[in-house]
């Protein structure tokens, strides 16, 4: 799609006008005209604005004009002897921030969590920002000396010289984001590896990844979490049982590899044949030629399920409650059960809250994306 | 089909390893201490039982329970790992060694005994399941509840309960039952049922998420017993009697009126019994592989039976669950210790 060259200068403007591809995003005054344009139109607006003020009112009384802002206990947030229910019980949030971003993680050891989670932004922030320089080099510092790096100041172990903090002690946005990121990092590589095997000409490494991925694929995570944290236990002997978060950092991992594995496959298969063959006639090896020349292309193509499988994976993070590991949204459930903070309101508060905290975080990553695909759609069409 | 035994007869065949290997030569007892910790099965999250504070740290009447062991092992009643589990985990827990002591409200039951690998030590609450009405209603007893509608979790023994008992006096009730204990509180407060029944320990805590907790009552009638104890894993003699005895030491700490309070002033005692128990004669710590000081150290750290009771379910705290069966007997409830002699 590109403009018409040398528009003829006896042409009327308004033809002109015409050959140009249509403007992409509608004035605003033009943008409202058209939601009244035929009474059709202005009944559907009419419709449609009522069932906004009717679903977004109850919102926003109980996010903000109901709510309770102050207080310390769960006297704060009853409705008092006039009965009926008050909005939203902050204070019940502020007062317990900490539990939800650490868990149970010592309050005179959080500033390990914390600089991980710098370290963590740092690193994401360089290898994401388009202009940073040596992207490489934080792509591939994000997927080695990160983790070790995170892995020491969050655990502690023994020759760190810091006070060890076992996992059962970790909890809330800190092991959401652990798992997460942990599940992404493997699971990319991982998946890359099992697309490629899917598709190798060598019938042991196909067989073996396929039924890796199918067997992945045709299980509900949640099984595979029972089985992480329930069924192996059975079969090791004592003691040599890893940690529980491992196990389920693992077991999600894995899950999220089968599933990202196909996403790529996709793209893969979506790559003209010429281009195998055009790097196979420049001599270039199996490994050269797919991370040269096929990779590049195939992983620009499926940023979208990319994307999708990751945040996914994301929210799958909560599921992880029911093998007794504390995310985000386990910690929040606990705490509404507790005596000092029991309300009418204090449940949906929490969820009010969790619900804040994922949208943000996957939106920023849907858009991080959807910018991403237009700079690498700006850039293929520059070629 | 085929597989079933195959696949039961591998996990027996771990499990019985595991009860031979390394544990059976090293007691649990002697296993905690060498670990320097006790490792304590718990509840994710039971108002009054155990739920974690604002700090995140763990409290409530089972989590005080843990401490006490920890008490009498350590001194110290910090030296606990707390490993939250499902209904559904803490069996498994228990049988492949990952916890030492399950103390998770689990009610006791002849196959808890007897299939899941599991024995019960001793009583720590006993809860029942019961009635809670609004009071303006004006009804005094469950016998008044002919025809009425009665809010019950779906799939639980509560609703088999509530059928029992309404047979068994020839009365009518509309049941309205939902999926999730949530859900079942929500709807009887928005009225859309006369009764909510539910174990009493859990009316209790669901009666603070209502809109007017003050406006509700609990009913006298108790129809179910479900007597909650710790557990400890099968074959383990010594373990089991220091779990078990620390229980009966918090019942008859508050029987001898031993008090966080006094319980130095009751060391310098001179009655017999005041003496035996608080290690000053005799030697009945270390029979059980404890220090002789080990109430001592229970009372100093989380106080008698009486004292935990209070502090996390009774009238110190927001439940305020009467006493009830869990008084003492000769207070008119069950609680009551062998001597400690």
Redesign the interface.
Known sequence: MTTTPSTPANQPPAHGALARPPQQAPGLIQGLRSLVATPLNALLTVLALAIAWFLLRPAIEFLFIDAVWSGHD?AACL?GEA???TGACWPYIA??L??FI????P?AQRWRPNAAMALCALNIGWALWPRAPFRGAALFSFVLPFPVIAWILLYGPGFSGLVAV?S?LW?GVLVTLVISIVGIVVSLPLGVLLALGRRSQMPVVCAASTVFIEVMRGVPLLAVLFMA??ML???????V?PDPLVRVMVGVSLFAAAGMAEVIRGGLQALPKGQYEAAAALGLGYWQMMFTVILPQALTLVIPGIVNTFISLFKDTTLVT???I?DLL??I???S????W???V??STGYAFAAIFYFICCYAMSRYSAAMERRLAAAGSRS | MKRAPVLMA??CG??A??AN???ASAGVLDQVKQRGELICGSN?????FG????????TGFDVDYCRAISAAIFGDPDKV??????AK?RF??LQ???IDVLVRNTTWTMTGDTAVGASFTSINFYDQQAFMVRARLGVKSALELNGAEICVQRGTTNELNLADFFRAHKMDYKPVAFGSA?ETVRAY?AHRCDVFTSDSSALY?ER?????PAENIVLPERISREPFAAAVRKGDGQWFDVVRWVGFGLVAAEEAGITKANVEEKRASDNPELRRMLGVDGKLGSGIGLPNEWLVNIVRAVGNYGEIYERNLGEN???KIPRGQNNLWNKGGLMYAPPIR
Do not use: C, H
């Open positions: 769960r409705a009965g009926g229910e007062r317990r900490g539990y650490y868990g149970q993680y309050e076992p059962n909890g944290n329930r236990p059975l079969f090791l002997p004592p003691g049982l029911v093998v007794g504390f386990t910690t459930d606990v705490s059960r507790d005596p000092a029991a309300t009418p204090t449940a | 591998m996990t771990v499990i390893a595991a290997g390394a544990p994710p999250g039971l108002a009054g739920v974690p504070d604002d700090k995140g740290k763990w790992k707390y490993v939250p589990l499902t985990d498994t827990a492949t060694g990952e949530a407060d805590a603070l998420r209502m809109t007017n705290s927001r439940l």
